[in-house]
C-alpha cells in the first residue's frame, strides 16, 4: 500500500474521526484541555504507527500538559481504537503538538500590521 494511496487516506480520515470523538467523550484526564483538536493524522502504510497532530488553544503550558495527558493515555486509545476500527493491525500513536494554527494568525496579525502602517503612510 503506497502512503498516498485512497485507503490509507480513508484509514487516516477514520483514525482521526475516532480519536476526536474518544478524547471528547471517554478521557477523563484533567491535564487535557477541553479545546483539544486532532489536525491530522497519518498512519504508516503497514499500519503500525500513526503519528497524530494536536492543537491545543492556549498557552505553552496548557499545550505541554495536554501532550502529557494524551501520551499517557495512548494505550487505552489504541486499545478503543482496535474495538472500533477493523484493521489487521492498530497503530502504536505518537502525538506532535500541531503549531500550524498559531503560525497562521501570528502570520496574520502581521499582514494586518503591514496594511496598517502603509495606509497610515497614504
Same mark, same amino acid.
Given at each position: 500500500m503506497r502512503k498516498n494511496s485512497i485507503k490509507n487516506t480513508r484509514i487516516n480520515q477514520e483514525?482521526? $474521526?475516532? #480519536? *476526536? !470523538?474518544l478524547i471528547i467523550r471517554e478521557l477523563k484526564d484533567p491535564r487535557i484541555h477541553p479545546l !483539544? *483538536?486532532?489536525m491530522n493524522v497519518e498512519v504508516a502504510p503497514d499500519l503500525k504507527t500513526a503519528k497524530v497532530y494536536v492543537s491545543v488553544l492556549g498557552d505553552q503550558k496548557v499545550q505541554e500538559e495536554t501532550l502529557k495527558g494524551l501520551k499517557s493515555a495512548a494505550?487505552? #486509545?489504541r486499545g478503543q481504537l482496535a474495538k472500533t476500527i477493523n #484493521? $489487521?493491525?492498530t497503530p502504536e500513536l505518537h502525538f506532535i503538538m500541531d503549531q500550524s494554527i498559531e503560525y497562521g494568525v501570528a502570520i496574520s496579525k502581521l499582514i494586518d500590521e503591514v496594511n496598517q502602517s502603509t495606509e497610515t503612510e497614504d
Open positions: 483514525v482521526q $474521526r475516532e #480519536l *476526536s !470523538t !483539544t *483538536s486532532i494505550p487505552f #486509545l #484493521l $489487521r493491525n
